[in-house]
Structure formats: structure tokens, C-alpha cells
């Protein structure tokens, strides 16, 4: 929950080898953030970038990304395994399909933290979040 009691929803983006189109957007987005953590680990997992036993590891990691997840106020990006993480937390109304929905959001925010890489302005916390 959010200082004015929203509700945060996060989801991720993950650039690399082996993603069909070079990435991967899951099409689900997630109210707590070890949800988000969880599902982020499995797909790592999935795509090559965290090696080991799939249960134990990911659950591991899963544990790590938790906290990490949670502090995320608009975007963070970061690199695992040769991979590269980007951490979304969108406004709980980006999922009301009577406005944008959230693929459009995150197409928006990934868009603009492109541009802003492109022109030198540094990935992550870059973006508003709001539909």
C-alpha cells in the first residue's frame, strides 16, 4: 500500500538471450511484491539465468528480489545472470480497462526509459507510472 492507501501492482521485463523477440513482459501483474519476486525467479530460472535446482534456487532468489521488489517506486533496472531486469510498480488503476491497461503503461515506461538511455539520462527511477 501506497502512503495514500493505493494499492501498487509490480511486473517485470527481462532483456536476453533465448527471450523470443530479444525480451520477456509477463502478461500478469502482481500486488505483493514476493509474488512478483517468485514468478521473476522462475522465469530467470526458466530462460537460463539462474542455474541449479529449480525449486530450491528460485526460492532462494525469489527471497533475495522480495526486498528489492519492494522498494521500487516507478522503475528499476538491473543485470542477473547476463540478463537485464527491469522492476515496474504501476499505480493499481493502470489495471482498469476502462483506461489504458497495462501493457500500454508498460510499453509507455519501458519506451520512455529507452529514450532517456538513448540520450545519456541514466535507466532506472526514470518514468511516471500513472495511466
Do not use: C
Not at 532468489?61 to 537485464?84: M, N
Not at 488503476?93 to 476502462?98: L, R, T
Amino acid at each position: 500500500m501506497g502512503a495514500d492507501g493505493a494499492t501498487s501492482l509490480w511486473t517485470f521485463e527481462i532483456e536476453g538471450p533465448g527471450y523470443p523477440g530479444g525480451y520477456y513482459t509477463p502478461a500478469e501483474e502482481w500486488v505483493k511484491a514476493e509474488s512478483a519476486a517468485r514468478w521473476l525467479a522462475l522465469a530467470l530460472h526458466d530462460f537460463g539465468a539462474i542455474a541449479g535446482d529449480r525449486e530450491n534456487e528460485t526460492k532462494q532468489r525469489a527471497r533475495e528480489f522480495a526486498p528489492l521488489i519492494e522498494q521500487v517506486t516507478t522503475t528499476h533496472s538491473w543485470v542477473e545472470g547476463g540478463h537485464t531486469i527491469t522492476v515496474i510498480r504501476m499505480d493499481s488503476s493502470a489495471s482498469d480497462p476502462s483506461r489504458m491497461g497495462t501493457m500500454a503503461v508498460r510499453r509507455r515506461i519501458r519506451q520512455r526509459q529507452r529514450d532517456l538511455a538513448s540520450s545519456g539520462g541514466g535507466p532506472d527511477d526514470t518514468a511516471t507510472v500513472h495511466p
